[in-house]
């Protein structure tokens, strides 16, 4: 019998390197990434039931990936073992603007390869969210792959969720890459982008959320993040901290965003609920700001929740 997840995520798993003085040439420190993964690992580690459909090569950075996955206690067996391509990697590139601060290498590798083939299709009866990042449309296979998964799961009443987490770089052209997430933002009933993203997309957050009757999350770094959703918006400003690394603050959000869901949604009226609910992401994500990295500075439950005392 098949195991029952709460939430099951689809995309990217990479190798990240990160220049260890903020600068090319130099040291680079090799650290597991990945959007989808990262929350993924986020979700592992609050306790919630997760499964990860990724791709990796049969090298040392898969396997690395798929060690870093399965401690954080999400279920790695649906991560597919590509013979021919190399896993793919992607250099930070310091100093740079969080949509252009990522550089990534997948042509021909593992990561633009996901088949759907491969997925068991009874997966998408089991599970209640299927989570997903914009990176994988921007790939052949991986493309078709990841629309026949949300295609799938919304016919099975999973509720589908996305952080559109825009990376130009890895796009044939602007114009390519806003279609495709708008494409991806009309599919999805959670739908999460940064204050710049919404602009890029030209979407105005609150007016998506009222039309399309979806859950609708705009971050800004350290200013106010906000929720449009069931007729009410709430929005809270995280405290002041001293920031370390910003690489896992989003995903971070995001993970804890959706623990809440599951764990809480439908127990207490929609404005509580939002409230409680963007309230414990905020506190997720400074924590992960004060740390080195994305999978290491993921936060437990318990240190999200003495935060909030």
């Known amino acids: 019998m098949m195991k029952q997840y709460d ?7 990479l ?7 903020g600068c090319i040439p130099g040291r680079f420190r090799a650290m597991i990434g990945g959007a989808p993964n990262n929350v993924a690992c986020g979700l592992g580690k609050l306790g919630i039931k997760t499964a990860l459909l990724a791709r990796v090569g049969r090298d040392a950075m898969g396997t690395g990936i798929m060690r870093t996955v399965e401690s954080c206690g999400v279920d790695t067996q649906y991560i597919q073992i ?7 990697v992607t250099i930070v590139m310091p100093e740079s603007a969080d949509m252009l601060r990522y550089a990534i290498y997948r042509s021909e590798s593992a990561d633009s390869a996901l088949d759907f083939d491969e997925i068991p299709d009874e997966i998408f009866n089991h599970t209640r969210i299927l989570h997903y990042g914009s990176l994988a449309a921007a790939a052949g296979q991986s ?3 990841m629309e026949k998964s949300i295609e799938r799961a919304k016919g099975s009443g999973v509720i589908t969720s996305l952080d559109v987490n825009l990376r130009p770089n890895s796009w044939m052209s602007e114009e390519i890459m806003i279609q495709e997430c708008r494409r991806l933002v009309e599919v999805s009933d959670i739908v999460k982008m940064t204050k710049d993203e919404a602009k890029t997309l030209k979407i105005e957050p609150e007016r998506l959320a009222r039309s399309k009757k979806k859950v609708v999350i705009v971050t800004d770094g350290g200013n106010t993040a906000s929720i449009w959703a069931d007729d009410c918006k709430v929005s809270k400003k995280p405290d002041e901290i001293e920031v370390v690394d910003v690489t896992g603050g989003g995903d971070s959000f995001m993970s804890a965003f959706l623990y809440y869901y599951v764990t ?8 509580n609920f939002y409230r409680s609910a963007i309230d414990f992401a ?10 080195f990295g ?6 437990v439950l318990e240190e999200i929740e003495q935060n909030r005392r």
């Open 143 to 145: 493309k078709k792959t």
């Open 82 to 88: 590509d013979r021919k391509r190399p896993t793919t």
């Open 7 to 13: 939430v099951l995520l689809i995309g990217e798993a």
């Open 294 to 299: 994305a999978i290491e500075s993921l936060p």
């Open 15 to 21: 190798v990240d390197f990160v220049p260890e003085e």
């Open 282 to 291: 905020v506190y997720a994500s400074s924590i992960s700001v004060q740390r």
């Open 264 to 271: 809480y949604k439908g127990r207490m009226s929609a404005d």
